[in-house]
């Protein structure tokens, strides 16, 4: 059987992502994930915390939830969606989780404890504070993590971003969670709806499609856009695309 690998392309500010936190953590026992920033809320799309904001990203969230069984913490919505001086940028959650990649392999699982800190226990984990403390609890070393995060701050985080949105481009991706199975140098384009809130059924799909033909289906659900939520509603009918 060929080698398989599952990219996973999302933002650490993408509600959908957080949503399809249980499919990511279910695919990794099955092969390999490797996780792409795709830049959100970075640049001229990092936003400060606002009564609008959050009038607009509430609805979503309930969405999320209901479709996927994710919580939502009321220190997120009561408090972090409340806190006019919180700024959503991607880039440095990207930084950290690259850190952590390079220090452990360990980028996913802080992914994941941000996405937990953000949306459940209401944290700005745009702060480098946060970042540190957070990387803390998961295990890494304070002073090699700071070293590595401030190694991979700027530059290093924009190719990043960059290169997973080439990526994102390349196999047809919309939006953000995108998730793609590469296998015998061929790219697969994963429609997760069929999956959302069934991650145990997600990793017997993977288990039987690694090494065989995928079957397509499709499906549409509300995905987060390149540039922001506002861009949600793409149509994901696109289920299984080979390339």
């Known amino acids: 059987m060929s080698v398989a690998t599952l990219h996973y392309i999302y933002d650490p500010l993408c509600g959908w992502c957080y949503g399809a936190k249980p499919l990511v953590q279910a695919a990794q026992a099955v092969l390999p ?39 939502f913490g009321e220190a997120y919505f009561e408090g972090l969606l409340r806190d006019h001086s919180a700024v959503f940028d991607s880039a440095p959650p990207i930084s950290a989780i690259l850190a952590a990649e390079q220090l452990a392999g360990r980028g996913l699982e802080l992914l994941g404890r941000l996405q937990t800190a953000h949306y459940v226990e209401g944290r700005r984990i745009a702060d480098k504070d946060v970042l540190l403390e957070l990387a803390e609890t ?53 429609d997760i709806s069929p999956w959302l809130g069934k991650p145990e059924a997600l990793a017997t799909w993977l288990s039987e499609s690694v090494g065989t033909a995928a079957v397509e289906s499709s499906s549409s659900i509300e995905a987060c856009g390149l540039d922001g939520c506002a861009q949600a509603g793409v149509n994901r009918a696109t289920a299984l695309k080979r390339f």
């Open 138 to 190: 998961i295990g890494l070393e304070s002073q090699a993590f700071n070293e590595a995060f401030e190694a991979a701050t700027n530059s290093a985080t924009q190719n990043h971003i960059k290169e997973s949105r080439a990526l994102l481009a390349q196999v047809g991706g919309q939006g953000f969670p995108t998730l793609v199975l590469e296998q015998d140098g061929q790219f697969t384009l994963i």
């Open 33 to 71: 994930v490797i996780a792409h920033g795709g830049g959100m809320m970075t640049g001229n799309n990092r936003q400060s915390v606002s009564p609008q904001l959050r009038d607009y990203v509430m609805p979503h969230d309930r969405r999320i939830a209901e479709y996927t069984g994710q919580p």
